[in-house]
């Protein structure tokens, strides 16, 4: 049954603060398979009280290999679980990399704590937050001596600062994936691809109402984390953070994320967009659509209205990754996403030169080349 936004909110709802102020502590409130701490530290490593800049930490939990885990916290299933799934019809290529995943287990990859991160796919770092990770990092490698620290979502061709400071103090850069951006910060001159025009036409005949929302109610929370889990976790991947019906209410209700609905004249929701923004970039943390509507093309004209939205409001649009071919046809210009790792110290420092070895083999890797494998 189709989500339906609900006007007659019959008490006050909660008024929750910024996000230090409750998204911390154990995430599987928020996110099922999370499997992990969240904390907020400044750059000096002091706690929140002291009135400056909080970066968020997650802390990763090592769980058993069959226990559910997600890519955003932990970087043995963004490597490697993940991976070996999609390579399930290649059975002896998903047994090597499932095998690989559990020796960098056991070289303790999963003792993580990932700096800036937050429970989303495709964190947008701020320049001030970029320019003390690197002075985190050093004081993080202290207090936690046995552990891996990484940073996620780093772009040459906008971090390319933090990325020389991380290398500079022991960090390896490991290509992770293909992302794509639309920058619609400036009036589009000349002919807009066919694909979009033609989701942009479909989106304006479809009757459809776009409706961003401050907040949206619990009923709503619960019907939306429906139609995202069907289509993330039933569809796609069980990688995939697992959110809960509380994160899309919190998240919203804290003003950290709105909500894009495409509603039908009954007020059924037929599709969702929870929006995130920093400074001029927006991204799409979450989404979802109405999978037994009648209605055809959902997710295309959920992609036109993010993207009206994007260009109404003068941004760019950080689209993550995946459907890859889709976001290409529709003028999405592909960047390669890193990852910068640095290990604890080991017996004859073997780790270091594991990286180091890995950094090297993948150093002439481009997107152009991911997107021959289909990113």
């Known amino acids: 049954m189709a989500a339906k936004l609900m006007r007659d ?10 996000l230090h102020e409750w998204l911390k502590g154990d995430l599987s409130p928020w996110v099922q398979n999370a499997n992990a701490q969240l904390e907020w530290v400044s750059k000096a490593l002091t706690l929140e009280d002291s009135g ?15 226990a559910p885990g997600t890519y955003i916290t932990s970087l043995k299933c963004g490597w490697f679980d993940y991976l070996a799934e999609e390579l399930h019809e290649r059975q002896v290529l998903a047994w090597l990399i499932k095998r690989l995943g559990s020796l960098a287990k056991n070289l303790g990859l999963e003792d993580l704590i990932l700096i800036g991160n937050l429970p989303v796919s ?50 390896f850069a490991i290509p992770q994936r293909v992302v794509y951006h639309f920058d ?6 000349g002919k807009k691809p066919s694909h979009l025009q033609r989701d942009l036409t479909l989106l304006k005949n479809s009757g459809l109402k776009v409706q961003v929302h401050q ?28 959110y809960t019906a509380d994160f899309f209410y919190d998240s919203t209700q804290s003003g950290a994320f709105q909500c894009m609905t495409l509603s039908d004249a009954q007020e059924n929701i037929l599709a969702f967009a929870m929006l995130y923004t920093m400074g001029q970039t927006l991204s799409v943390p979450a989404l979802g659509y109405e999978t037994q509507s009648s209605m ?34 529709r003028g999405g210009l592909a960047e390669l996403e890193y990852t910068l790792i640095a290990p604890p110290k080991s017996l004859l ?18 997107a152009q080349d991911l997107i021959r494998h289909g990113a």
């Open 184 to 189: 619609l910060r400036l009036p589009i001159t």
């Open 9 to 18: 909110e019959t008490m006050a709802p909660e008024q929750l603060g910024p």
């Open 296 to 329: 055809t093309g959902l997710y295309r004209m959920l992609f036109a209205s993010i993207w009206l939205h994007t260009q109404n409001s003068k941004m760019s649009l950080n689209y993550s990754s995946g459907a890859g071919d889709f976001k290409r046809k």
């Open 215 to 242: 907040s949206i109610t619990r009923e709503t929370s619960r019907l939306i984390c429906l139609q995202y889990q069907q289509i993330y976790i039933d569809k796609h991947s069980a990688f995939n953070a697992n």
């Open 122 to 171: 495709t964190n947008l770092h701020d320049l001030e937050s970029l320019s003390g990770f690197a002075q985190l990092a050093r004081h993080l490698r202290t207090r936690y001596p046995k552990h891996f620290m990484a940073v996620r979502n780093l772009i040459p061709s906008q971090h390319a600062s933090t990325l020389e400071a991380l290398k500079a103090i022991g960090f």
């Open 52 to 66: 400056e800049l909080l970066i968020p930490l997650t802390l990763n939990t090592p769980t058993p290999d069959h």
């Open 349 to 366: 420092n073997y780790k270091s030169h594991l990286l180091e070895w890995l950094q090297n083999i993948t150093s002439q890797v481009t």
